[in-house]
């Protein structure tokens, strides 16, 4: 059964830095690509990082680019996001998911951040 | 950054019925549009993929077209199962998501 558990998240103040885990069972993770997704009741889902099976490649969503690190073991079949000078708007349910060739076929259950002083 | 442009916000329903939930999109994105479900404090489901191509288990009730840039996604014979958000995104480009469609009773 393919599963996504992240961990990680929690109360953080402003411009803190906090670092997220997505451990994957189930399926071959070192040959998948991987995303991160955020959800708000505002402003919905919102794509953060993607990153090649390799970490050869990888993008980042405008609003994170320079904030946010995605990062990958596939030794310790885990991905990673490492979120730094975190504002208020960054409050929000944090997913992992993995990618089919730019398909997002399968999410964790989520991890929630919250930014608040 | 590609705009999805879901419809309607919210949709009211009974069992039986058939929905359709449309998402149209600023510019081509050939088919490469995906449908999701989620359910609250679920993640979301993957549902449809490539605009009409429907993911390994899903019930047949579920089905997706495309006309262009606007894309539909209808259930048929609503189930009460099937009451939850809709959410369309596009995979062409980066991936942005459609703001969602409350299916409720």
């Known amino acids: 059964e393919v599963q996504l558990v992240e961990s990680g998240g929690g109360l953080v103040q402003p411009g803190g830095s906090l670092r997220l885990s997505c451990a994957a069972s189930g399926f071959n993770f070192g040959i998948y690509s991987m995303d991160w997704v955020r959800q708000t009741p505002g402003k919905g889902l919102e794509w953060l990082a993607y990153?090649?099976?390799?970490?050869?490649?990888?993008y980042y969503a405008e609003s994170v680019e320079g904030r946010f690190t995605i990062s990958r073991d596939n030794t310790k079949n885990l991905l990673y996001l490492q979120m730094t000078s975190l504002r208020d708007d960054d409050t929000a349910v944090y997913y992992c998911?993995?990618?089919?060739?730019?398909?997002?076929?399968?999410w964790g259950q989520g991890t929630l951040v919250t930014v608040s002083s | 950054d590609i705009v999805m442009t879901q419809s309607p916000s919210t949709l009211s329903a009974s069992v039986g019925d058939t929905v359709t939930i449309t998402c149209r999109a600023s510019q081509s994105i050939a088919g490469w549009l995906a449908w999701y479900q989620q359910k609250p404090g679920k993640a979301p489901k993957l549902l449809i993929f490539k605009a009409s191509s429907l993911e390994g288990g899903v019930s047949s009730r579920f089905s997706g077209s495309q006309s262009g840039t606007e894309f539909t996604l209808t259930i048929s014979s609503l189930q009460p199962d099937d009451f939850a958000t809709y959410y369309c995104q596009q995979y062409h480009t980066y991936w942005t998501f459609g703001q969602g469609t409350r299916v409720e009773i």
């Open positions: 990153i090649t099976s390799s970490s050869g490649t990888i």
């Open positions: 998911a993995r990618d089919r060739t730019t398909l997002i076929d399968f």
